[in-house]
């Protein structure tokens, strides 16, 4: 029935709306995944074809333009895209942002901007970031791109326009806070909202405003990829798919410019789970103008956190009360590391920073060859560092001094490397898992876990070790248990009823490795057994959990970060629920206790909170 109805559709609408009729036309490119097989012809082909189109004026591109969002993918892309003989606009997708190893600072170096804002007879075009921003789960606007959005719409001048908004998700609970741009959206007179990701043609229905999926550029099984070319005439807008240098295919699907209402009262995030736990109160919060996309470090009666627009911050632990601020040339997504009245932090603007944790004052500051997204681990006096640019190094904290530098790593790191016994662990955007001699860089040994896909290396995950034994998850499923002197495996498993993904703990007394699961249930293990023993699985189901926060437990409580805004605390004795607090509807980085009535936690949507749990 569906296909005799496209096949209906088809025939009642024109090939392209008639010229006299159209007010203007673009092209909708999505989805070129440049780094893939045929990414590059296909979009070479694309491009050749639009400059052979002198009725399209303009081209939009929504997202996902690159497989892994890599300096050289980047720049490939834009080489091709710059053969193009007409305006474009540009915004990344979520295979741009999640693997970039440059924190997504290339994005905007490369192309200029991660948002565009322009108008074309009388239509005002709005294009945002979707993320996830290398961090792992649902797609989420980034706070400064919320920010960006909020200033283009106190634009007087621009106050009545029509709206084409595009972003490359669709505006549905696939992203974590699609409401904060519809609420933004509600009193404008938005004419449809475009998106690719799906790579397919589809039509939608958003809030009562019409929403249009667009098909990939990759050929995929066909011989020849293709686009679409989108006609505006005054009562319509229309959608055509476009096989280029082949032919343009009847309309698949019509708009109406007229008639479209918002709808009134739509559903919106619950936090009705507060009231259920009213011991547990936000003491303060602060609201970044950017999202955090790290843990945060706690430093007696202060706490020091970044964010995506670059700065290193304090406050107080007593009050949130604003210290200092330090502002690099990059977003940060590392934990900051203090040491001996010293915190250091790198950025993807390539420098290693180290300030005085009691002024935000400038200790240091070192270049590396590339963007750093991974965090600092101490060992001694050492600040250990993986980066982008295939080296891990060290810095002496006091002095700034290069003790060494390891230069044969395979991919980038992410993670915040682990410290144990002499040695520094750390995975790999390239399937592999390394060991150093913390002292000398010298390496003891490396472990691959045979994936020839690098999205299921070890490499977003906090390891964790005791007994001689070193702990990974991945996405690849597996939990996997290295010896820490040899790197070969102890066991390795993949339990299809616990699918363990990147987020991962240990019990305060080593007894314990936590681990949350696909399925939204966090396990315990028993940490001093040579063999998988499961000792407990929370009976408290958290829903589909992909993202990597890790686990940390404090005085028999284990506190669990979750991907929609969710702190969860559970008995470390057997899983069962404490308590838990919704404060956002974004990633939460981690929750870390302070002691048993004092808790921070921070999100990627910039917030940065503190609870405190009433005694019973």
Not at 588 to 612: F, H, W, Y
């Amino acid at each position: 029935m569906r296909h005799l109805f496209y096949c209906f559709l088809c025939c009642c609408l024109p090939v392209l709306a008639s010229g006299q009729d159209t007010l203007f036309r673009f092209a909708l490119v999505t989805d070129t995944h440049i780094g893939v097989q045929t990414g590059q012809e296909d979009l070479e082909r694309t491009i050749a074809d639009l400059n052979a189109q002198p009725q399209v004026e303009f081209v939009v591109f929504s997202g996902d333009v690159t497989e892994f969002g890599t300096d050289e993918e980047l720049q490939l892309a834009k080489s091709i895209i710059n053969r193009l003989q007409k305006p474009w606009y540009i915004i990344p997708g979520n295979h741009d942002t999640k693997w970039s190893e440059s924190g997504c600072n290339s994005f905007r170096t490369v192309f200029g901007n991660e948002t565009f804002s322009f108008v074309h007879k009388g239509y005002w075009f709005l294009g945002t970031n979707c993320g996830p921003n290398m961090r792992m789960g649902p797609g989420q606007v980034p706070r400064e791109n919320l920010v960006w959005l909020d200033a283009q719409l106190k634009q007087p001048k621009r106050k009545g326009l029509p709206i084409i908004y595009i972003n490359h998700y669709p505006q549905d609970e696939g992203l974590n806070n699609w409401f904060d741009v519809l609420d933004r959206l509600r009193s404008r007179d938005v004419k449809v909202m475009l998106c690719g990701h799906g790579h397919a043609n589809k039509a939608y229905t958003w809030e009562g405003k019409p929403g249009v999926m667009c098909r990939s550029n990759l050929r995929a099984k066909a011989p020849i990829g293709g686009y679409n070319i989108v006609s505006l005439t005054a009562d319509s807008i229309y959608f055509n798919e476009r096989t280029p240098g082949v032919a343009t295919l009847p309309a698949w699907h019509r708009v109406a410019l007229r008639g479209s209402q918002w709808e009134q009262n739509p559903p919106r995030p619950s936090y009705a789970v507060n009231d259920t736990f009213p011991q547990v109160k936000v003491k303060w919060m602060v609201q970044e103008a950017g999202d955090m996309g790290s843990a945060v470090a706690v430093n007696g009666n202060q706490v020091i956190y970044t964010n995506t627009n670059g700065d290193i911050a304090a406050v107080q632990l007593a009050s949130g009360k604003k210290q200092w601020r330090f502002s690099t040339g990059g977003k940060i997504y590392a934990t900051p590391l203090v040491y001996n009245g010293y915190v250091v932090v790198p950025s993807t603007d390539g420098y290693v920073y180290c300030l005085r944790t009691a002024n935000g004052h400038l200790a240091w500051k070192r270049p590396t060859g590339k963007a750093i997204v991974a965090s600092a681990a101490r060992y001694k006096e050492l600040a250990i560092i993986a980066g982008s640019d295939g080296h891990c190094r060290a810095w002496h904290i006091p002095s700034g001094e290069q003790r060494w530098d390891y230069d044969s790593v395979k991919g980038f790191v992410e993670t915040r490397p682990m410290v144990y016994h002499d040695k520094v662990y750390f995975g790999s955007w390239g399937n592999t898992f390394y060991a150093l001699n913390a002292e000398t860089g010298t390496p003891v040994w490396r472990w691959t876990n045979g994936a020839s896909n690098r999205m299921f290396s070890p490499a977003a995950v906090w390891p964790v070790a005791v007994d001689g034994k070193a702990y990974l998850v991945s996405p690849d499923r597996y939990m996997t248990v290295l010896d820490t002197e040899t790197g070969l495996p102890i066991w390795r498993v993949q339990d299809a009823d616990n699918n363990v993904r990147e987020s991962l703990g240990i019990s305060a007394d080593s007894n314990r490795i936590y681990a949350k699961t696909m399925q939204g249930y966090v396990i315990a293990l028993n940490a001093r057994s040579r063999e998988r023993e499961l000792l407990w699985k929370s009976p408290l189901a958290l829903g589909y959990e992909i993202c990597p926060s890790p686990i940390n437990e404090y005085n028999g409580i284990v506190y669990v970060a979750g991907q929609s805004g969710v702190v969860t605390a559970l008995s470390a004795k057997d899983g069962s629920r404490a308590w838990q607090h919704k404060f956002s509807n974004c990633l939460v980085n981690t929750v870390q206790p302070v002691d048993e009535r004092t808790v921070i936690a921070s999100s990627m949507d910039g917030k940065l909170i503190c609870l405190e749990v009433a005694g019973k």
